[in-house]
């Protein structure tokens, strides 16, 4: 007869590891989604707890394991999901090869912030949550953003040549960044109207002209 199999004893004051992740109800999970990235984004995440998540969302806490198995997961999953919407928005924006390289930059730029900006709780998490990610989660998100960044530059540069690739690099940063710092906070403008200003705003600095150097007497 096999003795049976020794029984593991466990601290009662460890918490219980979470049930693996299971598909729940799509509408559910969307809530539970929209409701994290708010707090993540307005509380930060260490200061978020699975219970503030369920609140938000009016579900229980531990009903989130229902679809995500942690609260890193969930916010890995937010991060990737809003680098996909905009490597997708990206892609449809430079998909006619035909187009002139103005319609391209301008294609590129009218993409990028809109995706941003109607994805802002998801790019938020990215800008202020990014460091908290695993060097397997991390990694490739940085590589999309080098990628990202190498695109604006080849397109400015197409449009512009008398730029240097310092003074691209320059404008695409300050551009990329600019739009990236609507994320951070509420604003109480209309969406559709705060895509169009900042459109026109980050147009003008990537065709901003080149300063001349001030000469000292």
Same mark, same amino acid.
């Given at each position: 007869?096999?003795?049976?199999?020794?029984?593991?004893?466990?601290?009662?004051?460890?918490?219980?590891?979470?049930?693996?992740?299971?598909?729940?109800?799509?509408?559910?999970?969307?809530?539970?989604?929209?409701?994290?990235?708010?707090?993540?984004?307005?509380?930060?995440?260490?200061?978020?707890?699975?219970?503030?998540?369920?609140?938000?969302?009016?579900?229980?806490?531990?009903?989130?394991?229902?679809?995500?198995?942690?609260?890193?997961?969930?916010?890995?999953?937010?991060?990737?999901?809003?680098?996909?919407?905009?490597?997708?928005?990206?892609?449809?924006?430079?998909?006619?090869?035909?187009?002139? @390289?103005?319609? !391209?930059?301008?294609? *590129?730029?009218? %993409?990028?912030?809109? +995706? =941003?900006?109607?994805?802002?709780?998801? $790019?938020?998490?990215?800008?202020?949550?990014?460091?908290?990610?695993?060097?397997?989660?991390?990694?490739?998100?940085?590589?999309?953003?080098?990628?990202?960044?190498?695109?604006?530059?080849?397109?400015?540069?197409?449009?512009?040549?008398?730029?240097? @690739?310092?003074? !691209?690099?320059?404008? *695409?940063?300050? %551009?990329?960044?600019? +739009? =990236?710092?609507?994320?951070?906070?509420? $604003?109480?403008?209309?969406?559709?109207?705060?895509?169009?200003?900042?459109?026109?705003?980050?147009?003008?600095?990537?065709?901003?002209?080149?300063?001349?150097?001030?000469?000292?007497?």
């Amino acid at each position: 007869m096999t003795p049976p199999t020794p029984r593991t004893e466990r601290r009662s004051d460890a918490p219980a590891a979470p049930a693996p992740a299971r598909r729940g109800r799509p509408s559910r999970r969307a809530d539970i989604f929209a409701a994290a990235l708010r707090l993540f984004r307005e509380r930060g995440f260490h200061a978020t707890s699975i219970n503030d998540i369920g609140a938000e969302a009016g579900v229980a806490g531990t009903a989130i394991y229902s679809h995500f198995a942690t609260k890193q997961e969930l916010l890995e999953e937010a991060i990737r999901e809003g680098a996909g919407r905009i490597a997708t928005g990206l892609r449809e924006a430079l998909a006619d090869e035909a187009q002139s @390289p103005k319609d !391209a930059l301008e294609n *590129v730029v009218r %993409a990028y912030v809109r +995706v =941003v900006l109607e994805n802002a709780d998801m $790019n938020a998490c990215y800008v202020l949550e990014s460091r908290t990610l695993d060097a397997g989660v991390g990694e490739p998100l940085r590589r999309k953003e080098r990628a990202l960044r190498e695109t604006w530059r080849h397109r400015l540069l197409a449009e512009r040549p008398e730029l240097t @690739p310092a003074e !691209a690099q320059l404008r *695409v940063q300050m %551009a990329i960044f600019s +739009v =990236v710092a609507l994320c951070l906070h509420r $604003n109480r403008m209309e969406r559709t109207a705060l895509i169009e200003q900042a459109t026109s705003f980050v147009l003008g600095a990537l065709y901003s002209p080149v300063p001349t150097p001030h000469s000292h007497s």
